[in-house]
């Protein structure tokens, strides 16, 4: 296993986000895959009920805001994305609404407002004292007694880790916060015990890199997924090449599309929903 994403999401972390047209793009890729990855943009059930226009959907850290206008787009509901930054699009469905604000701030909405409230790849965004004092209970805030959260996350883990990205962790090593990784696996343990949530489910799917699946579409998602961790490193080469060489830079990162398919690397995605329970 390697922690070497997490520590490029780290470095993300540290930079005002998204910094640049190629973080924009990334952004809207790492939504394509997600929604294929699953065929869908959500797990609750509350396929029905997202035809109400009375219906309050929250997108929270909506970047883009891909995810919040695709669920307008495709439904009545009342939807609306928050972000720290405005990055949002000048076209957008009638039925969405965007807002800037830090959630650690507070969100700006009445408490019990939201019928369904979801938040996607924040993780790296927050320490574990971030997500377990503030961000969680300020989603249960907002969410009405009966409605549902939903988290997506990608694992900080890469899986069968090739060899080539070892320098590349230890020229990270110095930089790795550590609160950053295997948040997740103890994640569902800490939404059991708030007893604010009832019924939650935890689904998880491997997201390969490179394209050494039988399945045509897991080998597009790697190759997307792997194309979008070269940019990564790339954006924060200046960091890493306080390690080692521009030279060898270059090089491994050449060899890492290659080393995907050695190794069979991969990563995982997990999704987490559940219902708040009644007062
Ligand atoms: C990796 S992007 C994910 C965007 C979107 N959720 C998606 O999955 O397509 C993370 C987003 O979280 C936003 N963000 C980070 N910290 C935040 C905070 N404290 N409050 C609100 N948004 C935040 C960033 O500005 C960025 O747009």
Not at 114 to 134: C, G, N, P, Q
Not at 147 to 154: D, H, I, K, P, T
Request: hydrophobic residues 40%.
């Amino acid at each position: 296993m390697g922690k070497i994403f997490s520590k490029l999401l780290f470095f993300q972390r540290q930079v005002p986000f998204p910094s640049s047209e190629s973080h924009i793009d990334s952004i809207q890729v790492c939504h394509d895959i997600c929604r294929e990855l699953w065929g869908q943009n959500f797990i609750a059930p509350i396929h029905d009920e997202l035809k109400k226009k009375d219906f309050k959907v929250l997108d929270v850290g909506c970047g883009t805001g891909s995810w919040v206008c695709e669920l307008a787009a495709d439904y009545q509901a009342s939807c609306h994305g928050i972000d720290i930054q405005s990055v949002f699009p000048t076209q957008k469905p009638r039925n969405v609404q965007f807002y800037t604000a830090n959630i650690l701030n507070g969100l700006p909405f009445d408490d019990n407002f939201f019928d369904y409230v979801h938040i996607r790849s924040l993780a790296m965004f927050f320490t574990k004292e971030d997500w377990e004092s503030k961000v969680v209970f300020e989603l249960f805030r907002v969410l009405k007694p009966n409605g549902y959260l939903e988290f997506v996350e990608c694992d900080s883990m890469i899986y069968n880790m090739p060899t080539s990205l070892n320098p590349l962790c230890k020229a990270g090593h110095p930089l790795l916060p550590p609160s950053s990784s295997s948040y997740l696996i103890r994640f569902e343990r800490f939404l059991h015990d708030t007893n604010k949530l009832e019924n939650i489910c935890h689904e998880q799917k491997q997201l390969i890199l490179g394209n050494w699946s039988n399945d045509p579409l897991q080998n597009k998602l790697g190759s997307l997924m792997s194309g979008i961790i070269c940019q990564c490193f790339r954006n924060h080469q200046d960091a890493f090449c306080s390690y080692i060489s521009k030279k060898d830079f270059a090089k491994l990162i050449e060899q890492l599309p290659i080393d995907y398919n050695l190794f069979k690397t991969y990563m995982v995605v997990h999704r987490f929903v559940g219902k708040k329970v009644a007062d």
